[in-house]
């Protein structure tokens, strides 16, 4: 390889380095491994290469922070103007990513945010890193219920929850969280009790107290199903639900497998449906639906 071609590889791998670093904050053997995918220039990756690679970068005035082993581009090969009023209005989306309530969505605006600030004028970024930085404390009630049991489901321990059945009746059981949801108006925990191998749903107004237990969650994921039958008119009319899916269907009935809802309410559903509805399996779920029947009959006497 000529000189020449050395100087046109070594441009090429650190306009490449320069390009990762501006798509997101990364360590040195992230960054190699990255490198090794471009077949355009030659492997080089000694630690004296990347010292050159970064010292030019900040000659030509590029910002290059390192916190423990992660290199952080503090600005971009161009800056966007933005104005005060433009400045408040991002801030303003900064305080509303711990109201998204879904780990997933608050990672890509967190991540979207770090890679826009590098476009950033250096006196509006230190500006918007403040706020980002800030604890934001003006949760709603609401809010503020959400995110507890959200920080309780991260810890990854188990959790006791007691808390007023369908009956009115107080429960306590012993379950992973496996997800907050807000629906229909109410924040709802969707639970995994281990000892009865079913999901659980509690809406949180009926939850008594809760204690956080110094057991690590199992992570554990079975396959609750129930199958049943359906008759008559249900047969056209019936539609499926997200957990759902039909087994089989003919002229006289529709076969449901119904996956992990919680058997309480899955009960009530179907005992709305009377003699059109016929449960298959298990025979635990048979069980559990015939007593809450003759429950249900013995209070009406």
Request: hydrophobic share 35%; with cysteine; net charge positive.
């Amino acid at each position: 390889m000529t000189s020449t071609d050395k100087n046109y590889d070594t441009a090429l791998r650190l306009l490449e380095v320069l390009k990762i670093l501006q798509e997101q904050d990364i360590s040195k053997k992230d960054i190699i491994e990255k490198l090794k995918v471009n077949k355009q220039f030659e492997s080089v990756y000694t630690n004296e290469a990347f010292i050159k690679y970064f010292n030019t970068l900040k000659l030509a005035g590029f910002v290059i922070e390192k916190n423990k082993n992660i290199y952080k581009l503090k600005n971009a090969v161009f800056s966007v103007d933005l104005t005060k009023n433009e400045v408040k209005v991002f801030c303003d989306l900064i305080k509303t990513i711990n109201k998204l309530h879904n780990e997933h969505k608050e990672n890509i605006a967190k991540f979207s945010i770090n890679k826009i600030i590098k476009f950033l004028d250096k006196n509006y970024q230190d500006e918007i890193i403040s706020e980002y930085k800030k604890p934001h404390n003006n949760l709603s009630d609401e809010d503020g219920i959400i995110s507890k049991f959200e920080n309780l489901r991260k810890d990854d321990l188990l959790v006791m929850i007691t808390y007023y059945n369908k009956s009115n009746e107080i429960n306590t059981i012993t379950v992973e969280i496996k997800e907050v949801i807000k629906k229909n108006n109410s924040v709802q925990i969707l639970c995994y009790d281990n000892e009865k191998k079913r999901h659980k749903r509690i809406t949180t107004n009926s939850i008594i107290n809760v204690q956080q237990l110094h057991l690590k969650n199992r992570n554990s994921f079975f396959k609750d199903s129930v199958t049943f039958k359906l008759y008559g008119r249900l047969i056209k009319l019936y539609k499926l639900k997200s957990n759902e899916k039909m087994l089989d269907l003919c002229k006289e009935y529709v076969v449901i497998e119904n996956i992990n809802e919680d058997r309480e309410l899955l009960m009530r559903r179907l005992l709305k449906y009377g003699a059109n509805c016929r449960i298959v399996k298990p025979e635990s779920f048979k069980q559990e639906f015939i007593n809450m029947t003759d429950e249900i009959l013995r209070k009406l006497q």
